[in-house]
């Protein structure tokens, strides 16, 4: 335990895509100076006032890739801005999906405004190729993850469909091809998966299918200037640790093409953790579920409103 009897922070953990919804943030934004001067420096940042589409949508244009994905991040890296000083003993960081980037913010190897013109310019890189080569994403659930990498590669014969994200145990999501994911999810029924469900994205995420989007990725991320991470980043492509501002560029150019393998990194996390509290920043707390079902007994906490954040403060 820490002063006063507050547990030890040990880790954070950054929400990817799909956390997003209209008000994220505006009661941080209402509360506390530091988060209102994040927000305000990525929409500079973006030359966008991506608060206002953050806080009074339309929604429609929040879930838009490229809107939704620096959304994301300037709710978590606004949150960090109000509650980092407090957070001294941290041992790592992740982040799932565009998640990583909102880490290496966290660990100090980005600011928040190059990281969010970073993902910004990734979403519309991963929009683009889904309009060049329109894919497809499911979940699956209730079937382990080797089977469903079985499957899919039975499926992959006239099209691709992989294992993109491997969330939890028996929580995988697949992409690739339309017909061939599909046929990857009705072969997943068949192998006994509870549910297979069709997710509403404008691409096939974390496929060979953005491999268009990876040279204009690469280029912006060679334009940004990325320090050394003052914590590890346990990375998405290969769940190790990240210790150079070098690899941090170099996994989130393969991140795009890549598995999430968010089950591994969750047990490296915890391994670079060793005990004490993890804290989901940001929108929702679906990565503080998945933990509990990774990590059995791990404590966590997710910081995304005004209310949580001031009741983490006390």
Not at 52 to 58: A, Y
Not at 119 to 129: D, F
Not at 209 to 232: K, N, R, T, Y
Not at 272 to 289: D, I, Q, T
Request: glycine share 12%; aromatic share 4%; with cysteine.
């Amino acid at each position: 335990m820490g002063e006063r009897g507050r547990p030890v922070v040990a880790a954070v953990l950054c929400p990817g895509q799909g956390a997003q919804r209209v008000g994220m943030g505006k009661d941080l934004a209402e509360h506390f100076p530091a988060a209102r001067e994040t927000f305000a420096a990525i929409d500079e940042a973006l030359g966008v006032a991506l608060s206002r589409i953050m806080w009074d949508g339309p929604e429609s244009e929040l879930t838009l890739t490229h809107n939704a994905q620096p959304a994301i991040l300037a709710h978590t890296t606004a949150v960090y801005a109000v509650v980092g000083d407090r957070l001294g003993g941290l041992k790592a960081a992740a982040g799932h999906s565009l998640g990583e980037y909102s880490a290496y913010v966290v660990a100090g190897a980005l600011t928040a405004a190059d990281a969010a013109r970073l993902v910004r310019r990734r979403g519309e890189l991963m929009y683009q190729a889904g309009l060049e080569r329109p894919g497809a994403m499911a979940a699956v659930m209730g079937l382990e993850s080797a089977s469903v990498e079985a499957v899919c590669e039975q499926a992959s014969n006239g099209g691709v469909a992989v294992a993109a994200n491997l969330n939890a145990p028996d929580q995988v999501v697949i992409s690739g091809d339309p017909d061939a994911v599909r046929q990857a999810g009705e072969g997943c029924r068949t192998a006994g998966a509870k549910r297979v469900i069709p997710l509403k994205v404008s691409g096939a995420f974390h496929s060979s299918l953005m491999a268009p989007a990876v040279p204009g990725l690469e280029q912006a991320l060679a334009a940004v200037s990325f320090a050394d991470p003052q914590i590890p980043v346990v990375a998405n492509a290969t769940a190790r640790a990240i210790q150079t501002g070098d690899q941090a560029r170099e996994q989130l150019a393969a991140q795009l093409t890549a598995p999430v393998r968010w089950v591994e990194s969750m047990h490296r996390v915890a391994e670079l953790a060793g005990g004490g509290l993890f804290l989901e920043l940001g929108p929702g707390r679906v990565l503080s579920g998945l933990l509990k079902r990774i990590v059995p007994g791990a404590e966590v906490r997710a910081l995304g409103t005004a209310q949580e954040v001031e009741e983490f403060l006390a």
